[in-house]
């Protein structure tokens, strides 16, 4: 976890960029402009990309057209993408079963279709782990995995803030839930 928790510093990251073989080839991000909140998540992207180093593109689109895009899965210079950006709800990565990306299945895998036999078959032996403690094990080897395969990179966590009247009740914290709310 260090890499993420750690100290930033672009330069290491440039130099390592170009000590893992980069040699300028065209990076294509999907931006879509007309979703806020992806747009700004791409915008940064595409930006901390430009400064370590990589050649990037941003491709921006409406929404549609970038869920098209994402479909190809050919190169860059047959009209694919490199890498796009999105957010999903803290509970749809609870754990190893649920977890789309850290999914090693190739094909049958999240966009980018990461293939990782090894990712798959921990994932596997999480399943069927007879305990609690062998799956806290196996998914803290999953986790190392994934930092070894990098299938996605986690950039951040969103804590949304949400404005209610103060007659409603019983809010539960996180994104806007409209169970358990009453009138006060």
């Known amino acids: ?40 998540l791409a915008d940064v992207g595409v930006d901390m990309l430009g400064k370590i180093g990589i050649n990037v ?21 047959q009209g694919g993408w490199s890498a796009f950006h999105t ?6 990565q609870f754990d190893p079963a649920v977890h789309v990306w850290i999914r090693g299945n190739g094909r049958a895998a999240g966009r980018g279709w990461p293939d990782s036999p090894r990712l798959e078959a921990m994932r596997d032996e999480w399943l069927f782990a007879g305990d609690v403690m062998a799956q806290k094990r196996i998914a803290a080897d999953i ?10 990179i986690p950039l951040g966590q969103i804590l949304p803030t949400w404005v209610y009247q103060r007659n409603v009740t019983d809010v539960l914290s996180g994104y806007a839930l409209f169970w358990n709310v009453r009138k006060g």
């Open 57 to 77: 593109e941003a491709r921006y689109t409406d929404w549609g057209s970038m869920l098209q895009l994402l479909a190809k899965t050919e190169p860059v210079e």
């Open 143 to 152: 986790q190392t995995q994934a930092f070894v395969d990098v299938p996605y």
């Open 87 to 92: 957010y999903w709800s803290g509970l749809d």
């Open 1 to 40: 976890m260090e890499v993420l928790n750690g100290p930033r510093d672009l330069a290491v990251v440039k130099r390592a960029v170009a000590e893992a073989g980069y040699r300028g080839e065209k990076a294509v991000v999907p931006v879509p402009s007309d979703f806020p909140n992806l747009r700004a």
